[in-house]
């Protein structure tokens, strides 16, 4: 009995403690849920949302890279819309001319650079900027006329002298007009002021340029490593396989152009590549399909030189006939644009045309943009028109390599020793003949057959070795 009666008192003495502990808890309780009532919801984990198109194009544009051809077109669309309702906003139109400008290059539809023009004409209007400068001076390059974008860069330098985009405009209104020197010093203020992708991309063209063709390739390989968009890596991979062709590496050839059509199927420049590349390795119906793909959607006026040859060279004359008549429409539709391409047009005559009316317009070309590519052209044209000394002049500009033409080129190294022959300077023919064939055994389905028989009718170097060759016949 005494056992039991302790016992519960002991119980009530419990119930009276937990009766003083549980108001208390609840009071806890009540408190801690009021702090967590004012606190915000946690938003659930979800992934940033992507950009929208045309904000994408944007960024592209604004950074001076590439940009995909269906975001661009939203860009496009957005600005115009904008621009209805806003006409005085300066900063717009310059958008607007910039994407325009991309948008005629990536599809060679000239008429957009007009349009260009025009909107970027407004934004100055408006207000002069460095961003609508730059824009004119990239419009001009697009067109090749290096002249007027050599004015419009250096006047956005002078305006904004820290605006990395101008730089690259710059780079390439110097290349055109052959002054390689101020292009060099151009890179060297971009590469001061700027990092990345884009920068990477830039400098290669100019390691190629300089017969760098290592180097390029390196900066391309960082390049489309750090690329931020599909767009702008396929572009640097579509320039890694033209440096691989170039040096007469097909299967790394290939590769490049392949992937940088899966990244972005609308990556024209990738898929004549592989054109050019499937005829040398002689998937012939593969390497037709791949270029009327390209000339389909991008109808330049040297994808259609390229079939055209290809298709002479398979004996498909009236084939071949059916490209040149779209290369000489095409060449019509930019000069209406306010384009020039004088220089494929020459080309194309020195070979298929009339030499004679080639050596006029290049000529004219060389007078005022005296870039590499001309002088070759040049060259080539008057060897062609049967004036062999003229023609050793302009190409061994191109081959000069201490004064600016060190671009590995087989198709140069051929042209070069073709006049030499002419000009019978037998043994540097000899050698840059080799040259040629050595660069890129596959350069041209044309002229890789005629410099093989040109080199087999030169013969051996004669037992006396080569002969010394005077200071004006050196390169």
Same mark, same amino acid.
């Given at each position: 009995? !005494?056992?039991?009666?302790?016992e519960?008192?002991t119980? !009530?003495?419990?119930v009276?403690?937990?009766?003083?502990?549980?108001?208390?808890?609840?009071a806890?309780?009540?408190?801690?849920?009021?702090?967590?009532m004012?606190?915000?919801?946690? $938003?659930?984990?979800?992934?940033?949302?992507?950009?929208?198109?045309g904000?994408?194009?944007?960024?592209?544009?604004a950074?001076?890279?590439p940009?995909?051809? $269906?975001?661009?077109?939203?860009?496009?669309?957005?600005?115009?819309?904008h621009?209805?309702?806003?006409?005085?906003?300066?900063?717009?139109?310059?958008?607007?001319?910039?994407?325009?400008?991309?948008?005629?290059?990536?599809?060679?539809?000239?008429?957009?650079?007009?349009?260009?023009?025009?909107?970027?004409?407004?934004?100055?209007?408006v207000?002069?900027?460095?961003?609508?400068?730059?824009?004119?001076?990239a419009?001009?390059?697009?067109?090749?006329?290096?002249?007027?974008?050599?004015?419009w860069?250096?006047?956005?330098?002078?305006?904004?002298?820290?605006r990395?985009?101008?730089?690259?405009?710059?780079?390439?209104?110097?290349t055109?007009?052959?002054?390689?020197?101020?292009?060099?010093?151009?890179?060297?203020?971009?590469? !001061?002021?700027?990092?990345? $992708?884009?920068?990477?991309?830039?400098?290669?063209?100019?390691?190629?340029?300089?017969?760098?063709?290592?180097?390029?390739?390196?900066?391309?390989?960082?390049?489309?490593?750090r690329?931020?968009?599909?767009?702008?890596?396929?572009?640097?991979?579509?320039?890694?396989?033209?440096?691989?062709?170039?040096?007469?590496?097909?299967?790394?050839?290939?590769?490049?152009f392949?992937?940088?059509?899966?990244?972005?199927?609308?990556?024209?420049a990738?898929?004549?590549?592989?054109?050019?590349?499937?005829a040398?390795?002689?998937r012939?119906?593969?390497?037709?399909?791949?270029?009327?793909?390209?000339?389909?959607?991008?109808?330049?006026?040297?994808?259609?030189? !390229?079939?055209?040859?290809?298709?002479?060279?398979?004996?498909?004359?009236?084939?071949?006939?059916?490209?040149?008549?779209?290369?000489?429409?095409?060449?019509?539709?930019?000069?209406?644009?306010?384009?020039?391409?004088?220089?494929?047009?020459?080309?194309?005559?020195?070979?298929?045309?009339?030499?004679?009316?080639?050596?006029?317009?290049?000529?004219?070309?060389w007078?005022?943009?005296?870039?590499?590519?001309?002088a070759?052209?040049?060259?080539?044209?008057?060897?062609?028109?049967?004036?062999?000394?003229?023609?050793?002049?302009?190409?061994?500009?191109?081959?000069?390599?201490?004064h600016?033409?060190?671009?590995?080129?087989?198709?140069?190294?051929?042209?070069?020793?073709?006049?030499?022959?002419?000009?019978?300077?037998?043994?540097?023919?000899?050698r840059?003949?080799?040259?040629?064939?050595r660069?890129? $055994?596959?350069?041209?389905?044309?002229?890789?057959?005629?410099?093989?028989?040109?080199?087999?009718?030169?013969?051996?170097?004669?037992?006396?070795?080569?002969?010394?060759?005077?200071?004006?016949a050196?390169?």
């Open positions: 009995m !005494e056992n039991q009666a302790t519960n008192r119980q !009530e003495r419990r009276r403690r937990y009766g003083r502990l549980v108001p208390a808890a609840v806890g309780c009540a408190a801690l849920g009021t702090v967590l004012l606190l915000p919801p946690e $938003p659930p984990a979800t992934r940033a949302p992507a950009p929208a198109p904000a994408q194009a944007l960024t592209a544009v950074a001076g890279v940009a995909a051809l $269906p975001d661009l077109a939203a860009l496009i669309g957005e600005r115009e819309s621009l209805r309702r806003h006409p005085r906003d300066a900063e717009s139109w310059a958008v607007l001319g910039t994407a325009y400008v991309e948008q005629g290059r990536r599809t060679a539809e000239t008429a957009f650079y007009p349009k260009a023009d025009t909107a970027l004409r407004t934004s100055l209007k207000r002069r900027s460095a961003e609508a400068l730059g824009a004119l001076a419009l001009a390059n697009a067109r090749r006329d290096f002249r007027t974008a050599r004015a860069g250096e006047a956005a330098r002078t305006l904004e002298p820290k990395w985009t101008t730089y690259p405009q710059l780079i390439d209104a110097y055109g007009l052959g002054d390689y020197k101020a292009a060099g010093r151009a890179l060297e203020r971009l590469t !001061e002021l700027r990092s990345g $992708p884009a920068v990477m991309a830039r400098t290669a063209a100019v390691y190629r340029d300089r017969g760098r063709r290592e180097d390029a390739a390196a900066q391309l390989a960082d390049a489309a490593a690329a931020g968009a599909p767009a702008e890596r396929a572009a640097c991979l579509e320039r890694a396989g033209q440096l691989a062709w170039e040096r007469g590496d097909r299967e790394a050839a290939l590769r490049y392949q992937e940088a059509v899966r990244i972005d199927p609308d990556q024209r990738a898929q004549s590549g592989q054109g050019r590349v499937l040398a390795l002689g012939t119906a593969e390497a037709l399909n791949a270029y009327r793909t390209a000339l389909a959607k991008q109808p330049l006026p040297q994808y259609a030189l !390229e079939l055209g040859e290809l298709y002479e060279s398979l004996g498909l004359g009236r084939a071949a006939r059916v490209q040149y008549d779209l290369l000489r429409a095409r060449v019509r539709a930019a000069t209406a644009a306010g384009a020039d391409e004088e220089l494929v047009l020459g080309q194309f005559e020195a070979d298929h045309g009339d030499p004679a009316a080639a050596v006029r317009r290049l000529g004219a070309e007078r005022r943009q005296p870039g590499i590519a001309v070759d052209a040049l060259g080539w044209a008057l060897h062609r028109a049967g004036e062999d000394e003229q023609a050793l002049r302009y190409a061994r500009i191109a081959t000069d390599r201490v600016g033409g060190g671009v590995r080129s087989a198709l140069y190294a051929y042209h070069l020793g073709m006049i030499e022959r002419g000009t019978r300077r037998y043994a540097p023919a000899r840059h003949l080799q040259e040629a064939l660069t890129n $055994p596959w350069f041209s389905p044309l002229l890789v057959r005629s410099a093989r028989q040109e080199l087999a009718a030169l013969g051996d170097v004669p037992d006396g070795g080569v002969p010394v060759l005077d200071a004006g050196s390169r």
